[in-house]
């Protein structure tokens, strides 16, 4: 390993502590402590926190600098699955019993040409591998090996439209949270990224983990990984990805499933 790859894995642990506060903050909604949670003044002290992590963290790692990436010794041996890990929704039962044969990644929203991809046709556009790990909020990290298509490859051959800010990925697994809405079989989960982290060049829709192809758990046919931040926003069982000016008119209008109930939309590490 290069002294540069040692001195950026140093950096990991610092970056974490000076936005130790900002996190913290944001605890205290997920924490069950609904009266503080729903108090105005609070969601607006929460809100400030998440822009300064952000920003900061822009500040910090700037567009393109790369979060640390590993050997294959280093590779855990098991690697957990986070969020949903067997979506119950019928249409991706179908999917999954046909090996997802039939299955299409559409693309479109504010862009110049709407696309469809295989699975096939995805494996046929220039690839990435990458070995990362994976931090989930929980507390737990692993490290794992993923191949996939870089988001930017899929944006560049759709075309993007002059107002576009943000990439939505609309997915299969179904939350039964009728907290925002009345049918709650409508809330499937979703997630969103600017285009600074959409161009990323570890931003990648991977299809591959360790060598072999996606199974269900870790979010079949195909997955987020966005190696900067936190593991929530690396959508999986990715359907559709759509390109939109704002995510105010989505869902609970804070950017994802996890962000409408009270998580930060920036999650950087």
């Not at 280093?74 to 979506?87: K, M, V």
């Not at 989930?136 to 090996?145: A, D, L, P, Q, T």
């Amino acid at each position: 390993m290069s002294e540069r790859d040692e001195r950026t894995r140093g950096e990991v642990p610092h970056r974490r502590g000076f936005l130790a506060a900002a996190l913290s903050l944001a605890g205290l909604a997920l924490s069950g402590c609904d009266r503080v949670s729903n108090e105005p003044h609070a969601r607006s002290i929460l809100g400030a926190a998440n822009e300064l992590t952000y920003r900061v963290q822009r500040f910090l790692l700037g567009a393109h600098r790369l979060a640390p990436e590993y050997s294959e010794a280093e590779i855990s041996s098991e690697f957990r699955a986070n969020g949903s890990t067997d979506p119950q929704d019928d249409e991706y039962l179908d999917l999954a019993d046909k090996d997802f044969a039939n299955w299409r990644l559409k693309v479109d929203g504010l862009v110049e040409r709407e696309l469809s991809f295989s699975l096939a046709d995805l494996r046929a556009l220039p690839s990435r591998t990458q070995i990362t790990r994976h931090d989930c909020v929980e507390g737990w990290s692993c490290i794992g090996k993923w191949t996939g298509v870089p988001l930017a490859e899929i944006l560049s051959r759709a075309g993007l439209g002059p107002q576009a800010r943000y990439v939505v990925f609309h997915c299969a697994d179904t939350l039964n949270d009728g907290s925002l809405s009345d049918d709650p079989e409508s809330i499937r989960y979703y997630e969103t990224i600017d285009l600074a982290d959409a161009d990323h060049p570890q931003t990648i829709l991977a299809y591959d983990m360790n060598g072999k192809k996606l199974d269900i758990a870790h979010g079949a046919p195909l997955r987020l990984r966005l190696e900067r931040q936190l593991g929530y926003k690396m959508a999986k069982y990715i359907m559709r990805i759509e390109v939109v000016r704002s995510f105010a008119g989505l869902h609970g209008g804070k950017g994802g499933y996890w962000e409408d109930r009270g998580y930060e939309w920036y999650a950087g590490i």
